[in-house]
């Protein structure tokens, strides 16, 4: 008798940008997504992280050259020039790139890219809400650093605040800093100190590693000052870290778009092109309360769990935060926008260059109504 | 027990360093308690070697020690020092950055928690008693070097030491500080200190030592009562040959005038004026020595003439141009040359003898901006053959040199370049006896030659030896000029001392 | 600019004083004994993660600052051991243990919480108010630690000893000084302070522990020694100076609505030291053994 | 007699050298090993991947050697001088900056170069007149200006000189500005290796072949004896700088024009280098020669480590580490030394040492 081999399994490698895994959102999502492909699809899945950008270009041709992956999946912005020059050169290798693109419609690339802006003006309708609720009138973001992505929070985040302020007839302060890096909470945490100083009563978090200091900065206000403030988390479900402070996050699901990548691949049909994940797609939107349960759960088994929680106890406690500081009309406003944008009545515009960004961002600090608001707006308008 | 264990007791050792230099073999080392005894030999015998390990600053790879017939193993001079040990080293071992307090404080903590008041008492009662005067709250780096060699002695005195070990301790000192030593080394005698003294100068081994140990190649030639050899026969033990002492000097005869310094004001390194309106000159076929005690100016005076320090006012000229605030390389190429009293400044330790070489006269070996390396080793080993320097290879580290042969290097290079003047600070100062000899008679061969020498020393053996006139120098003027006849060594150290006689100035 | 602001700068300054003070003050005792240590953002890093572990599973913050300094101590005994016992070349082993500490980091990190790049936060050192805004009692503790720091080296016989094996080891020995034990008890007594500043940074200050979380830290306090000129006492306006500019940097970003600016403002406490040390002079000289292996034979 | 002893010295010398260098390598493999280990991992295959697993693309590889090299010789030539040069990563920066602007404007890769080498020159000179003087620590200096740059240079990247197409990155250097492949035959080969091994031997015949180089070194070792010599030491020290400052600022021209094509608006493609090369010119024993195979020898590290990430799954960090150990092996040839003549004192001396009475 003969053992047949086993079946090859395919060969995926996740190539992450230069931060690679353990910023706790963006990088991290991507490998969830990698991983739970490779439960369902029975793939295997590597990954590596270059030592410099100046390593991408080079490590990218070493493996598509190499023939032996079904796929690479590229992570981050940073990907973009190193694929654009590379992909045309492996017609067969096939590639897929998160968050970015090309601008090429190539038949062995898929781009997928995320329309943050989609999720950033429901939390900026949810966080001019609960500045309000809190007693004050100022909502903040703590950024990192100064890229495309970025951009779009910025732009739909001021958005939602804009949104609020002309249906709900208030005034909200807005607040956008660059902190400079992605990587030093301690930063993160001195600038929240300065936002909540300005009287700022949310602050979200776009920053990742470096917000987790916002996260420290938030409770410590409370804690010293006696006011309530709170922090917004973003990518991944962030509420488990302190349930207390932090009563909502922002979903961009890097995790569905690496699983979809991969998908396509294992199970077909593989398409070349751009896609864009959004609130129809669930690519990007706020974490629902299940969500927020799921990543307790898994923080919880891994030991990061505070000691005196559980994913019940973080779960409550948020539902909570939410029904107290987010009212009923606040839920209102988020839905309708929401259903807009699903609908496909309203389609945010792409900033393609810094002055294109900036002057959006300058005629929505100005807006007097909202037809104002247009100028964030690719197709449709609010009203 | 009692009075008859001796106070040292050294057996059987052998030091091997770690590059394999073999500077000690099976030697055995006897001092009696009491005894002032000296340890006698030429440039690296092993003296120090022998000492440091007394001291338990090194391990000796091989021997034992007993100190009043106990045996010890030191891990480090502090075991030393609370057994009584305690060493003054040839390099000064003081840290110049702490005030002479401080660094009396320092070396009294090894043996508990020194307090300032107490120890400020204590020294100020042995400086009293002894008529040791260092001022305890200035600066080392700022005292002159006579005065860092009685804070040396200063700090041995307060560690109460039972053995005292002085390792060419008055190479830096004037005569009549050197009288001042010995009569202290006598009255240490007195109180039962027993003293082990290492010198180059026989003179001085002869007048205060009871016995002698002599050292040749890492072993034991010859342990002798004093009383019972003369400096002859010592000479000999320690080179293994006949030493000539009296080097012959013929008659000067002085001829044109090459260096003349008009009225020359140089600040120290500190902005005070250090020299003040100094004006000699200097003619060919002639020695002048400029005496003084360490730190009168003296290091400023030339440096300032060789254009190393700049001028307040006055003017040196030198074969009839005047060359004042000229930059070194510039002076040393129109053939004045100048021998620093420190190989650490003459000489880069790091760098090869090649290397060396062409340090002052790096311009010659140039060829638009390379260096010409095959002319440098050409002219290197020309100066290795002549001056006699010991030495494995031309790439060896100059640090591995003896202090005997980075001199003779040293010299060697300035006086291979044919110059007309040479200025040579303590060209001898702490050499063995034949090396001080060959650098003697060669300086007196130069200016046979027609040279001429300006001698900076403060060395007065080597003063009445070697100059045809010489100047005295006390804070940063001159005090009295003459030939070696006009001076006794008496009115020398007085006027160094800065106590004008009349009619010589 | 109004006054009340003029004082939240004031305070704010505090929080980023206390890791440079505290590192500076740790690498100032270090170097007077003539010994470099370019590891202090290591010596961070490692004290940040150990005790932000004790803080997380114990909860006990006095036991978690313990083994944040023990574990200075221990990285401080390790470096002293190849750089001062095995004579290695100080920088290399330091920029060494900088690589070391940052991977043993992260590993920890994936075997304890099975994540790559923080902890969950962990139980932190109470505040205190002052003005509205909350203080740690590490501020003013650090300056204390500075100028007992400053006592000891300039006022015990213990200090001078130290400070005798960096300008003259050679003569140090000869006056009885074991100037290889006193190069490593410095740079265990030096790297310790460096670890309880480690420690500020995981409970204290942070609140976690992230694998970058010296961000850099380390060279500035590397740069404040020498603002300082080696003294403790200047140290303390050093990192408060550094502080000051850099919460002027964090208010001005802030106040202005063109976002990118931000990255303008940040360069600030840069330029600002360099503008005072220009100005400033120092007076003070680097131990003049500095970095010298001290070779007996 | 005594050329018997030069041989023997020699080749106790070299064969010293050699033990130290093979035994800090041995050490910390043997250490990696332990901890990849400890860690769960096989240690043959995980030091095997290490060492090795660079090797299998070596054009990349000695490109990738060829700018660190260049920041290491920004450290080395002034620490012969006796400056600590930790600025190599601004000025890196800078010159990549430079490079890049010249290469728009120009057109030419040697143009773009020189102005990087240029740039990277002139923050030198500013740190090194600073030190020599003002009295300003260089230390100080150069960790102010390396973090003022880099923070300048993002904002410049990301408000003024960035692409439209693609606006997290610089505008791109044109085609005909950026460094091409040699080829032989079949084999090709990146120019800038070629470039790295001409600028190396540029360093060496600087340092060791002319008057600046002698003055350098002189005044490292022993300014008082320089000054005796007629060398200015402060004006050395700012020369060294510039020279420094010189070679970072080339590598970040070689980085820009050779590898990247642009700089991104987060500064990836050069962050860190500069530090890099401290630990890679020690490591080469401040020699531009040694210097030129530790850069190779620590990208084989950092690739290899890539390799040992993508087929063991070990995490990039634990490859860190690895390399971390292997540099701290590397500072202990005193170690190595002392043991050598240790051994051979105890043969010297024999062994019936203690008998003696
Ligand atoms: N640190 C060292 N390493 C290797 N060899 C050394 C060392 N110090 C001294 N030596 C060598 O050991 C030998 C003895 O040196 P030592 O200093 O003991 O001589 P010395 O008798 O004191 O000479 P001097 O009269 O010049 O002071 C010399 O050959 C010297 O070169
Ligand atoms: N082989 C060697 N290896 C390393 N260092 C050496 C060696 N030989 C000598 N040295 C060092 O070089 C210096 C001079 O050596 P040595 O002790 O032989 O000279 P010296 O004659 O005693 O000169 P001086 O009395 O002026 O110090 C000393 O510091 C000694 O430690
Ligand atoms: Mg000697
Ligand atoms: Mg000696």
């Keep these: 008798t003969t053992t047949r081999p086993p079946a090859k399994k395919a060969k995926i490698a996740v190539l992450f940008d230069v931060g690679g895994r353990g910023d706790l959102s963006f990088n991290d999502m991507a490998w969830l997504g990698a991983e739970k492909a490779m439960e369902d699809f029975k793939v295997d899945v590597t990954y590596l992280t270059p030592p410099s950008l100046a390593d991408m270009k080079p490590l990218l041709e070493e493996y598509a050259s190499s023939g032996e992956y079904s796929l690479l999946v590229l992570i981050g912005f940073l990907w973009t020039t190193p694929l654009n020059e590379t992909a045309d050169k492996y017609p067969d290798q096939k590639f897929a790139l998160i968050d970015a693109t090309t601008g090429v419609v190539r038949p062995n690339e898929v781009d997928i890219l995320f329309r943050e802006q989609e999720c950033a003006c429901l939390m900026g309708i949810a966080a001019a809400g609960m500045a309000h609720t809190l007693g004050g009138d100022t909502v903040a973001a703590c950024a990192g650093m100064d890229i495309p992505p970025l951009w779009k929070f910025h732009i739909g985040y001021l958005f939602g605040v804009k949104y609020y302020d002309l249906k709900m007839g208030t005034t909200t302060n807005f607040l956008w800093t660059y902190t400079g890096t992605f990587t030093d909470p301690s930063i993160g945490k001195e600038y929240t100190r300065g936002l909540l100083e300005q009287g700022a009563k949310v602050v979200y978090g776009l920053a990742g590693l470096t917000h987790l200091g916002s996260f420290e900065a938030v409770k410590e206000w409370h804690k010293t000052t006696g006011e309530l403030v709170f922090a917004m988390g973003q990518d991944a479900s962030q509420e488990w870290i302190d349930p207390e402070h932090i009563p909502i996050s922002g979903a961009k699901r890097v995790d569905v778009a690496v699983y979809t990548a991969i998908k396509m691949v294992v199970k077909g049909p593989w398409e070349g092109g751009i896609i864009t994940l959004g609130l129809k797609e669930e690519g990007v939107g706020i974490w629902d309360i299940d969500g927020v349960k799921w990543f307790a759960e898994q923080a919880s088994s891994a030991g990061r769990l505070a000691p005196e929680l559980t994913p019940d106890k973080v779960a409550d406690t948020v539902s909570q935060l939410r029904e107290t500081y987010i009212t009923p009309e606040v839920w209102d406003l988020i839905h309708d926008l929401e259903d807009d944008i699903k609908a496909g009545r309203i389609v945010f515009k792409t900033p393609m260059t810094h002055d294109e960004y900036e002057s959006i961002i300058s005629a929505l600090m100005a807006a007097q109504s909202l037809e104002d608001l247009n100028v964030a707006l690719e197709k449709g308008s609010v009203s | 027990m009692g009075g008859s264990q001796p106070a040292v007791e050294m057996r059987g050792i052998t030091k091997v360093y770690p590059d394999g230099v073999v500077a000690l073999r099976d030697v055995d080392f006897t001092v009696r308690k009491g005894e002032v005894h000296g340890l006698l030999g030429e440039n690296g015998a092993g003296k120090t070697t022998l000492m440091r390990i007394l001291y338990g600053e090194i391990e000796p790879s091989r021997g034992e020690i007993w100190i009043f017939g106990r045996r010890v193993k030191f891990r480090g001079p502090w075991d030393a020092i609370r057994q009584g040990v305690y060493m003054v080293y040839q390099q000064f071992s003081l840290v110049p950055a702490f005030t002479v307090l401080e660094n009396l404080i320092l070396a009294s903590s090894s043996m508990g928690r020194a307090k300032l008041q107490d120890v400020r008492r204590k020294a100020e009662k042995i400086e009293r008693e002894i008529g040791l005067e260092v001022p305890l709250n200035a600066r080392v780096e700022e005292l002159s070097v006579g005065v860092q060699q009685k804070a040396e002695i200063l700090k041995a005195l307060m560690s109460e030491a039972k053995i005292l070990v002085l390792d060419e301790p008055t190479s830096v000192l004037t005569p009549i500080e050197v009288r001042e030593l010995m009569k202290l080394l006598s009255r240490l005698r007195e109180m039962g200190i027993t003293i082990i003294f290492i010198t180059h100068k026989l003179r001085e081994a002869k007048e205060i030592t009871d016995r002698i140990t002599v050292l040749r190649r890492g072993r034991v030639v010859k342990v002798v009562e004093t009383r019972d050899v003369s400096q002859e026969e010592l000479a000999k033990m320690m080179v293994g040959r006949e030493i000539t002492f009296d080097i012959t000097k013929k008659a000067a005869k002085a001829g044109a005038p090459l260096l003349a310094v008009k009225d020359l004001w140089v600040r120290d390194d500190r902005g005070l004026m250090a020299v003040k309106g100094v004006s000699f000159e200097l003619r060919a076929r002639e020695i002048l020595s400029i005496v003084g005690v360490a730190g009168n100016g003296q290091r400023e005076l030339v440096e300032a003439i060789v254009g190393i320090r700049p001028v307040e006012k006055g003017e040196v000229v030198f074969s009839g141009e005047s060359i004042t605030q000229m930059p070194p390389s510039e002076v040393y190429r129109r053939g004045l040359v100048y021998i620093p009293d420190s190989r650490a400044v003459g000489l880069i330790l790091d760098f090869n003898v090649t290397d060396n070489s062409i340090l002052t006269r790096l311009k010659q070996f140039l060829s638009g901006g390379r260096i010409l390396w095959s002319e440098a080793r050409r002219y290197s080993s020309r100066i290795v053959k002549e001056f006699n320097v010991l030495v494995d290879s031309l790439r060896t580290p100059v640090r591995h040199l003896s202090g005997g042969n980075q001199q003779r290097l040293l010299v060697g290079r300035e006086v291979a370049s044919n110059p007309k003047v040479i200025i040579a600070a303590e060209p001898t100062h702490g050499l063995d006896v034949a090396a001080t000899e060959y650098i003697r008679s060669l300086l007196l061969k130069l200016r046979d030659e027609g040279k001429a020498v300006l001698l900076v020393s403060t060395d007065l053996d080597e003063v009445f030896q070697l100059s045809d006139r010489m100047a005295v120098i006390y804070e940063g003027q001159i005090m009295a000029t003459g030939r070696p006849e006009d001076f006794t060594a008496e009115e020398l150290g007085l006027l160094m001392g800065g106590v004008k006689c009349e009619a010589k100035s | 600019m109004e006054l009340s602001s003029i004082v939240s700068l004031f305070i704010l300054a505090l929080s980023p004083m206390v890791p440079l003070l505290l590192g500076s003050v740790g690498e100032i005792i270090i170097e007077k004994a003539g010994v470099v240590n370019i590891g202090i953002e290591g010596v961070f890093l490692l004290s940040a993660l150990t005790s932000a572990m004790v803080s997380f599973f114990t909860g006990s913050l006095p036991l978690a600052i313990f083994v944040g300094v023990i574990t200075g101590l221990g990285v401080g005994a390790i470096f002293a051991v190849i750089g001062v016992y095995l004579r290695g070349d100080q920088i290399v082993a330091g920029v060494g243990i900088n690589l070391l500490a940052y991977g043993i980091g992260v590993i920890a990190l994936f075997k304890t919480w099975n994540v790559f790049g923080a902890s969950p936060p962990v139980a932190t050192i109470p505040k205190w108010v002052v003005a509205g805004h909350g203080v740690s009692p590490m501020a003013p503790i650090s300056v204390i630690i500075a100028v007992l720091a400053w006592f000891f080296l300039f006022r015990t016989n213990t200090g001078l000893k130290l400070r005798a094996c960096g300008e003259e080891p050679r003569a140090a020995e000869a006056m009885g000084v074991n100037v290889m034990r006193m190069r490593l008890l410095a740079t265990m007594l030096g790297s310790s302070l460096m670890g309880l500043a480690g420690a500020y940074l995981s409970i204290d200050w942070v609140g976690q522990f992230t694998r970058q979380i010296t961000a850099g830290r380390g060279f500035i306090a590397l740069a404040n020694v020498a603002f300082s000129g080696w003294n403790p006492i200047t140290a303390i306006v050093g990192a408060f100076i550094f502080g000051f500019f850099e919460a002027l940097a964090i208010y001005l970003s802030i106040s202005y609505a063109q976002p990118t600016l931000g990255y303008v403002f940040r360069t600030i406490p840069y330029i600002g030291t360099l503008l005072v040390v220009m100005i400033f002079r120092s007076r003070g000289r680097a131990p003049a053994a500095l970095a010298k292996p001290y070779i007996k034979e | ?357």
């Excluded at chain 4, 080829?183 to 002319?210: E, W």
């Excluded at chain 4, 030129?292 to 990039?316: D, E, H, N, T, Y």
């Design chain 4, 1 to 357: 007699m005594r050329s018997e002893k030069l041989a023997s010295w020699r080749l106790i010398e070299y064969t010293t050298i050699a033990v130290e260098i093979t035994g800090s390598i041995a050490l910390g493999l043997v250490v990696a090993g332990s901890i990849l280990a400890l860690l769960g991992y096989d240690p043959a295959r995980g030091i095997f991947l290490l060492v090795f697993g660079g090797l299998r693309n070596p054009d990349y590889l000695l490109s990738r050697a060829a700018f660190i090299a260049m920041t290491a010789l920004a450290f080395s030539i002034p620490l012969l001088a006796g400056v600590f040069n930790i600025g190599g990563e601004g000025q890196m920066y800078l010159g990549g900056l430079a490079a890049l602007l010249a290469a728009v404007y120009s057109g030419n890769a040697a143009v773009a170069i020189l102005a990087g080498g240029l740039a990277g020159a002139a923050l030198g000179l500013i740190i090194g007149a600073l030190k020599a003087y003002r009295d300003v620590n260089e230390v100080v200096s150069a960790i102010m200006l390396n973090l003022t740059l880099f923070y300048v240079i993002v904002y410049a990247i990301t408000a003024e000189l960035y692409d439209p197409v693609a606006p997290h990155e610089s505008i791109k250097v044109p085609k005909g500005a950026r460094l091409g492949v040699i080829r032989f035959g079949g084999l090709k080969l990146h120019i800038i290796f070629p470039l790295m091994l001409a600028l190396v031997a540029v360093a060496y015949y600087l340092l060791y072949h002319t008057k600046l180089g002698y003055e350098i070194r002189a005044s490292g070792f022993s300014p008082k004896a320089a000054r005796y010599a007629g060398i200015d030491p402060k004006k050395t020290s700012v020369y060294s700088m510039v020279i420094g400052g010189f070679f970072a600022g080339v590598g970040g021209a070689l980085n820009v024009v050779g590898f990247t094509y642009y700089i991104d608006n987060l500064l990836t493609c050069m962050y860190g280098m500069g530090f890099t090369g401290i630990g890679v010119a020690l490591m080469g024993r401040n020699n531009p020669i040694g210097v030129a195979l530790a850069s190779i020898f620590f990208s084989m590290l950092v690739l290899g480590g890539s390799r040992m990430q993508m087929l063991m799954r070990v995490p990039k960090e634990v490859a860190d580490t690895l390399s971390g150990v292997i540099i701290v092996a590397l500072s202990l040839p005193y170690a190595y030394r002392m043991l050598i003549s240790y051994i051979r004192i105890r043969r010297m001396v024999g062994v019936g040492a203690e008998q003696h009475s």
